[in-house]
């Protein structure tokens, strides 16, 4: 046990080579199928430019997205307000808006990164920290920057919200929430931060962001009640067994419940929406009302790993919070007195965000590091009883 203790700086180093080799990895696959060869990439990003498209010319943007002369069966899925913030798109052409797009992206990429830097203070080396965020998982961060997908973005404004709540500037980092919840309203669950840092005062923020996003989609639902129409229909259509089977939902609790249900040969999808939904009241329930006596910095991380862990629809391009999260806890470990323990544990969450790239390997990472969270905080709960 002292050998490990006194070689853990060592086996971390060692680790970080095997990172260093996913990521070469990863990098020369891209070479040899996108530089050399012809796979294409940021085809979420084709379909945004499409559905403003469409709704400039006052076209549905939520019906066939065809607008590049091949047929698809993909919708754009995000809410009409999020039309309204990317309508300016409309106004360059579309090899404009593939630069932009990238441009975009990749100016995300490092705001995730500068944000966590500034948010967590890692001791982890930033070109270290940098490979995690990309190629965790088997590269998940790489294939979802390579997406094109706006979650990328979305995690961003995030990081820069939570960064402005660290702050104190609860104002800014209200205003990051609701934005990202014009796309995503389940994003809304990032709120959790809030009572990470500011305990029950934080209700009447919470109280008046989710009236303010209530408020605003009805003004705009009052004016444009055929698009919200349209809307409703294509998230619909997203809940269906067909879409399901062509597209999956993602690798979030919804995602993996379908799973299970469609291979029980069931209709019955929206089980995985009531289950979601208890989870969702029942975790944040025990969390902001029963976990006291942690530092900020590690409860305000634990919010980031519940948040993920409760998005519905978790995908690729939504890891980059959940990585950054792991990863800080690989740095501040508190679930064990025993020190030994706690290096045993960290070295297994760097092992695991490394070398594991199965499609559910960060559900299940989540799941567990909640389970010990929420086990170890009741523990404390009955030692002060007693």
């Not at 490092?110 to 190629?135: M, V």
């Amino acid at each position: 046990m002292i050998l490990l203790e006194k070689n853990e700086n060592k086996i971390k180093l060692f680790f970080y080579f095997v990172l260093i080799l996913v990521s070469v990895n990863t990098i020369w696959t891209f070479f040899e199928k996108s530089i050399f060869g012809d796979l294409k990439h940021f085809g979420d990003s084709q379909l945004y430019f499409c559905a403003l498209k469409k709704y400039a010319e006052n076209l549905n943007p939520y019906g066939d997205m065809n607008c590049f002369g091949k047929e698809t069966i993909m919708h754009f899925q995000y809410t009409p307000l999020a039309l309204i913030i990317l309508y300016p798109i409309n106004y360059i052409d579309l090899n404009t808006y593939k630069y932009l797009w990238f441009f975009l992206e990749l100016i995300s990429i490092i705001a995730i990164f500068f944000y966590s830097k500034k948010i967590f203070r890692f001791k982890t080396n930033s070109l270290i920290l940098i490979l995690f965020i990309l190629f965790s998982f088997g590269g998940v961060g790489w294939s979802g920057f390579l997406s094109g997908n706006i979650s990328i973005i979305l995690c961003a404004i995030i990081l820069y919200g939570i960064n402005k709540l660290v702050e104190k500037k609860i104002s800014l980092y209200l205003i990051s929430i609701i934005i990202v919840s014009f796309f995503k309203p389940y994003y809304l669950i990032f709120l959790l931060s809030g009572f990470a840092i500011y305990k029950n005062y934080f209700f009447k923020y919470f109280f008046f962001s989710l009236t303010s996003l209530i408020l605003i989609n009805v003004i705009f639902f009052y004016f444009n009640q055929s698009l919200y129409l349209n809307y409703v229909e294509v998230v619909n259509i997203a809940r269906s067994n067909i879409f399901y089977e062509n597209f999956g939902s993602g690798i979030g609790l919804i995602g993996l419940l379908n799973g299970f249900i469609i291979d029980f040969n069931s209709n019955l999808l929206n089980i995985s929406q009531i289950f979601w939904l208890s989870v969702v009241f029942l975790f944040s329930f025990v969390f902001i009302f029963y976990i006291k006596n942690i530092d900020d910095k590690t409860k305000l991380c634990f919010s980031l790993i519940l948040s993920s862990f409760l998005n519905p629809y978790l995908m690729n391009y939504d890891l980059y919070i959940p990585i950054i999260s792991i990863l800080y806890l690989s740095e501040s470990i508190f679930f064990y007195k025993n020190k030994i323990n706690n290096i045993f544990f960290s070295l297994f969450l760097i092992s695991f965000l490394i070398t594991i790239h199965d499609k559910f390997a960060c559900l299940f990472l989540l799941s567990l590091i909640l389970f010990l969270f929420f086990i170890n905080s009741f523990k404390n709960i009955e030692k002060r009883i007693s």
